[in-house]
């Protein structure tokens, strides 16, 4: 459906702090997952992804969490930086082939880390 | 990673003008590529499904005579605002699909209209 709303969720960090971003997706059927970075005027850069057969994944300073059951996805980034300022944004993904697999976009966090 | 080039990064154009939104894939072949409409403080919302050699499925509510899109080759698609109004102006973004890559999207890196 239409992601409504004008504010975006924010979180705030200390540098040298963990960051935890959470995501609720609606969709049972998904079963693959993405979270991307955005910065102001670019496109979304991906950063890490997880299927529906795992509940952890974790790439370099990031992991991400899976819970299947009440359908809820995490991003963790550890000792965050200056640089990871950004809305964060995760995406589910149908598996319908007839669709072209097309991603599901969550309404962005912004994250902002204060040095 | 794989590239997605996007061109023109920012548009300014007066109303009733029509806009066309470059979207390349540079060092991979792209059989499936999406346009994507962006408002300030808000999620990417699907315009579209653009595939190689056949038509765009189009996403509910979105004018298919309004945003056409062609994706004449494997790695490009374009999307053209025809004549286009102050309400259109958003920031476009294309992603394209590498196979090779699983499922993996990569995004071009956005295109600001802005319609006077």
């Known amino acids: 459906g239409e992601s409504v709303g004008l504010h975006l969720p924010t979180l705030s960090v200390q540098e040298g702090d963990n960051s935890i971003i959470n995501c609720a997706y609606s969709?049972?059927?998904?079963?693959?997952f993405i979270w991307y970075k955005q910065e102001s005027g670019k496109g979304p850069q991906f950063i890490i992804d997880?299927?529906?057969?795992?509940d952890k994944r974790q790439g370099q300073r990031v992991t991400v969490l899976l819970n299947k059951t009440v359908k809820h996805l995490s991003l963790q980034i550890a000792a965050t930086q200056p640089g990871d300022s950004a809305v964060y944004f995760c995406?589910?993904?149908?598996?319908?082939?007839?669709?072209?697999?097309?991603?599901?976009f969550g309404e962005g966090t912004q994250l902002t880390v204060n040095p | 990673g794989a590239v997605v080039s996007q061109h023109p990064s920012r548009v300014i154009c007066k109303s009733g003008t029509s806009v066309k939104i470059e979207c390349r894939s540079l060092?991979?072949?792209?059989?499936?590529m999406f346009w994507y409409r962006q408002f300030p403080k808000q999620s990417l919302m699907l315009m579209a499904t653009?595939?190689?050699?056949?038509?765009?499925?189009?996403e509910q509510g979105v004018e298919k005579d309004k945003f056409l899109i062609n994706h004449a080759s494997l790695t490009l698609s374009t999307l053209t605002v025809a004549s286009a109004h102050p309400e259109d102006s958003s920031f476009y973004i294309c992603?394209?699909?590498?196979?090779?890559?699983?499922?993996?999207?990569?995004f071009g890196s956005g295109t600001q209209l802005s319609v006077l």
């Open positions: 060092d991979f072949q792209a059989t499936t």
């Open positions: 653009s595939n190689e050699g056949s038509k765009a499925t189009y």
């Open positions: 969709n049972s059927a998904s079963d693959y």
């Open positions: 992603s394209a699909r590498d196979r090779a890559e699983n499922e993996k999207l990569f």
């Open positions: 995406a589910e993904n149908d598996g319908d082939e007839n669709s072209g697999s097309r991603l599901t």
């Open positions: 997880i299927r529906s057969n795992m």
